[in-house]
């Protein structure tokens, strides 16, 4: 049987598939469009994503994850099979998948991403917990008995996690992400500005001026949406500065976050993460400031990576070959 590994980053907000020697096969939205009158599945990914907010009341719109977990088994399933047919034309020859999972899902979660990766098509699912991934495809000598804490977030939760000779010592799952700040970011605009926008224009107006550190009243975003005063249709503008103010409160539980697995840490570890200092990965990494922002209320060193979106799928990919050098308790294993 022909081998082919492949590790997938099941995300809440996107799904990355990743080969070795072909890079970053796929990246598209974790979103499935249902309609409900025909009883099946009318988009998926990218297609799904453009229908958000506009689709007919029948087209039910659905992220299959939530806070980093797998919600809804069916729809999750649909979503996989989809992007792993995508990907190698067919599922003939079964992959062994490598998944990563938060570090703190229940043993029943766990379950779940096994099962419905091998409902989708995988000859054999390898889950391995996030921040290990992160790790790994950053580079970073995980073998080492030396302390090195990775934070990772993500759009529905962030994964934190101190690592040491091929293992996670502690780490911690906050569910929060990239998702809250977009909410705070709407709740802002209709509380200030008396308009309601959706959730992909407040993606939209992070991406393009969010900033936590020194934010600009010069730097701006255009609002569109519907005014909470008339009814009509409506357009405002939000500053880098309002942005900052929106999700100041989101960025502040992921420092307490990081704060208290400090509080749990062995002080030899912490005092290599002093040295080494904290490395920053997920699509929320990118907001401008944040490792400033973290940096200045922990008094550590932190650092984005390059391509901070990616680590997570990269390292997940390569993991086989790194199997031998992970403690086992991190790097589970299933098939048929």
């Given at each position: 049987m022909?081998?082919?590994?492949v590790?997938?980053?099941l995300?809440?907000?996107?799904?990355?598939?990743?080969?070795?020697?072909?890079g970053?096969?796929?990246?598209?939205?974790?979103i499935?469009?249902?309609?409900?009158?025909k009883?099946?599945?009318v988009?998926?990914?990218?297609?799904?994503?453009?229908?958000?907010?506009?689709?007919?009341p029948?087209?039910?719109?659905?992220?299959?994850?939530?806070?980093?977990?797998?919600s809804?088994?069916?729809?999750a399933?649909?979503l996989?099979r989809?992007?792993?047919?995508?990907?190698?034309?067919?599922?003939?020859?079964?992959?062994?998948?490598?998944?990563?999972?938060?570090s703190?899902?229940?043993?029943?979660?766990?379950?779940?991403?096994?099962?419905?990766?091998l409902?989708a098509?995988?000859?054999?699912?390898?889950l391995?917990?996030?921040?290990?991934a992160?790790?790994?495809?950053?580079g970073?000598?995980?073998?080492?008995?030396?302390?090195?804490?990775?934070?990772?977030?993500?759009?529905?939760s962030?994964d934190?996690?101190?690592i040491?000779f091929?293992?996670?010592?502690?780490?911690?799952?906050?569910?929060?992400?990239?998702?809250?700040?977009d909410?705070?970011?709407?709740?802002?605009?209709?509380?200030?500005k008396k308009?309601?926008?959706?959730?992909?224009?407040?993606?939209?107006a992070k991406?393009?001026?969010?900033?936590?550190?020194n934010?600009?009243?010069?730097?701006?975003?255009?609002?569109?949406?519907?005014?909470?005063?008339?009814?009509?249709?409506?357009?405002?503008?939000?500053?880098?500065?309002e942005?900052?103010?929106?999700?100041?409160?989101?960025?502040?539980?992921?420092?307490?976050a990081?704060?208290s697995?400090?509080?749990?840490?062995?002080?030899?570890?912490t005092?290599?993460?002093l040295?080494?200092g904290?490395?920053?990965?997920?699509?929320?990494?990118?907001?401008?400031g944040?490792?400033?922002?973290?940096?200045?209320?922990?008094?550590?060193?932190?650092?984005v990576?390059?391509?901070?979106?990616?680590?997570v799928?990269?390292?997940?990919?390569?993991c086989?070959k790194?199997a031998d050098?992970l403690i086992?308790?991190?790097?589970?294993e299933?098939?048929?």
């Amino acid at each position: 049987m022909v081998n082919i590994d492949v590790g997938v980053d099941l995300g809440t907000d996107s799904v990355i598939i990743y080969m070795e020697g072909k890079g970053i096969t796929l990246s598209q939205p974790s979103i499935v469009a249902y309609d409900e009158k025909k009883e099946k599945v009318v988009a998926v990914g990218s297609a799904a994503f453009d229908m958000l907010g506009k689709a007919p009341p029948y087209i039910k719109i659905v992220r299959p994850l939530e806070n980093g977990s797998i919600s809804d088994f069916k729809m999750a399933e649909v979503l996989l099979r989809s992007f792993l047919t995508k990907v190698f034309g067919n599922l003939f020859f079964k992959p062994s998948v490598a998944m990563c999972v938060p570090s703190s899902i229940t043993g029943i979660e766990r379950t779940a991403f096994i099962t419905t990766a091998l409902a989708a098509g995988a000859r054999k699912v390898t889950l391995i917990e996030a921040p290990l991934a992160a790790a790994i495809g950053c580079g970073i000598d995980f073998k080492a008995c030396k302390g090195n804490m990775i934070v990772d977030i993500g759009a529905g939760s962030t994964d934190i996690a101190v690592i040491s000779f091929g293992g996670v010592v502690n780490s911690r799952s906050e569910r929060t992400g990239g998702y809250d700040m977009d909410e705070a970011i709407k709740d802002y605009v209709l509380k200030e500005k008396k308009l309601y926008i959706g959730q992909k224009t407040a993606e939209a107006a992070k991406i393009k001026a969010a900033a936590l550190t020194n934010p600009s009243q010069k730097i701006t975003a255009e609002l569109k949406g519907l005014s909470a005063k008339t009814g009509l249709p409506a357009s405002a503008v939000i500053t880098q500065t309002e942005i900052c103010e929106a999700i100041t409160p989101i960025a502040e539980r992921i420092s307490a976050a990081v704060h208290s697995l400090f509080e749990v840490t062995p002080p030899d570890l912490t005092g290599d993460i002093l040295e080494t200092g904290i490395i920053l990965t997920g699509g929320a990494a990118q907001i401008r400031g944040i490792d400033s922002f973290i940096s200045v209320r922990l008094g550590v060193d932190v650092k984005v990576v390059e391509d901070p979106l990616h680590r997570v799928a990269v390292g997940t990919g390569t993991c086989f070959k790194a199997a031998d050098d992970l403690i086992d308790a991190s790097f589970e294993e299933a098939g048929i």
